[in-house]
Nanobody, 113 residues
Framework: QVQLVESGGGLVQPGGSLRLSCAAP????????MGWYRQAPGKQRELVAT???????NYADSVKGRFTISRDNAKKTVYLQMNTLKPEDTAVYYC???????WGQGTQVTVSS
């Protein structure tokens, strides 16, 4: 069983920032791409950003220029820095080992004044 441990969600005002973290087992982390996804109420889960094992990144158009995905190979952790947050960013955010069924438990991000 692969456990992905997420943290960092919360309530923030529009224009604010949050950083999400996801810790993964070393055997997985060093080989696979990692990704962040989100699911808003009543909507399908969607890709936010991915990062390969060598640091190549990809972003959804809706977050380009505002969110940054990164990874710390020594800490076996992937991050999602979210800046200039908007109400439409409100969702449960999930970490995933890309192209597998390994998902984190999800962390709630709420952007509201």
């Amino acid at each position: 069983q692969v456990q992905l441990v997420e943290s960092g969600g919360g309530l923030v005002q529009p224009g604010g920032s949050l950083r999400l973290s996801c810790a993964a087992p070393g055997s997985i982390f060093s080989i696979f791409a990692m990704g962040w996804y989100r699911q808003a109420p009543g909507k399908q889960r969607e890709l936010v950003a991915t990062i390969t094992s060598v640091g190549i990144t990809n972003y959804a158009d809706s977050v380009k220029g505002r969110f940054t995905i990164s990874r710390d190979n020594a800490k076996k952790t992937v991050y999602l820095q979210m800046n200039t947050l908007k109400p439409e960013d409100t969702a449960v955010y999930y970490c995933r080992v890309v192209h597998t069924d390994y998902w984190g438990q999800g962390t709630q991000v709420t952007v509201s004044s």
